[in-house]
């Protein structure tokens, strides 16, 4: 069985930075793809940033230049380092992983159980 761990999450003002970090546990041989998405309330869970095993990367335009994603292929961890955080970065962060392998086989999407970050203007 797979499973992610987020931490990191909080409240931070305006302009601030955060940083988050997602462990996935289990059998894993390897992770296609790490990334992390979010939610906020009243919209639809969105990219925030996913990075694939050999180190492509791929951003949601609200995020770009202000946050990086970086992982550790050996730990199966994924970072989220965001900087310049603003009022509507406030949701629920998820932490994701896609294409795993492990003894039972390949594929699957796996999820975190999330972190709050709230931003205060």
């Known amino acids: 069985q797979v499973q992610l761990v987020e931490s990191g999450g909080g409240l931070v003002q305006a302009g601030g930075s955060l940083r988050l970090s997602c462990g996935a546990s289990?059998?894993?041989?390897?992770?296609?793809?790490m990334g992390w998405y979010r939610q906020a309330p009243g919209k639809q869970r969105e990219l925030v940033a996913s990075?694939?095993?050999?180190?492509?990367?791929n951003y949601g335009d609200s995020v770009k230049g202000r946050f990086t994603i970086s992982r550790d292929n050996a730990k199966n961890t994924v970072y989220l380092q965001m900087n310049s955080l603003k009022p509507e970065d406030t949701a629920v962060y998820y932490c994701?992983?896609?294409?795993?392998?492990?003894?039972?086989?390949?594929?699957?999407?796996?999820w975190g159980q999330g972190t709050q970050i709230t931003v205060s203007s």
């Open positions: 990075m694939a095993t050999g180190g492509s990367t």
């Open positions: 994701n992983a896609a294409g795993v392998r492990t003894a039972r086989g390949w594929g699957g999407v796996y």
């Open positions: 289990g059998s894993i041989f390897s992770i296609d793809y």
